[in-house]
């Protein structure tokens, strides 16, 4: 029980440093380093991803759903794009909602439906994970 708790700790402390590198906003002012701040962005996804793929009840979602990192990194993008790259109930919402079990879940079932290509389903899924976030609800993702 106690390596759970360290675990589950570990994970959390991981996720809110990449969350509050994640949320940085570009420097546009830098123009020169601009394509730095964008690679630097690029690592911080891929170990968000790394930290998604790590956790064995994550694996079994990912499994289930038979999608891949390329899947995930995929579906970041849109939630950063469509209004959940922001901070709700001290979660970085993008970000957080791909590290959960139970958020991954809600949205790899929609990304592997046939409504995968719709974008008010996708503003709709990012809105309500904000809420899920700012609420502080736990469990399945209810539409």
Not at 38 to 56: I, N, P, T, Y
Not at 105 to 127: G, P
Request: aromatic share 10%; charged share 25%.
């Amino acid at each position: 029980m106690i390596a759970a708790l360290i675990k589950s700790y570990k994970k959390s402390w991981k996720l809110k440093r990449l969350s509050k590198k994640l949320s940085e906003p570009l420097n546009m002012s830098d123009f020169l380093n601009v394509t730095t701040q964008l690679s630097s962005k690029d690592l911080l996804e891929e170990e968000l991803l790394d930290l998604c793929m790590q956790d064995a009840v994550r694996q079994q979602v990912i499994a289930k759903y038979n999608v891949g990192r390329k899947d995930l990194k995929s579906i970041y993008g849109l939630l950063s794009g469509l209004g959940a790259g922001q901070w709700a109930g001290g979660h970085y919402v993008s970000a957080s909602s791909l590290v959960y079990a139970q958020t991954l879940d809600y949205l790899l079932r929609i990304y592997t439906s046939h409504e995968k290509t719709n974008k008010d389903v996708w503003v709709n899924a990012a809105y309500r994970l904000i809420i899920y976030f700012e609420k502080g609800e736990t469990g399945l993702v209810k539409d």
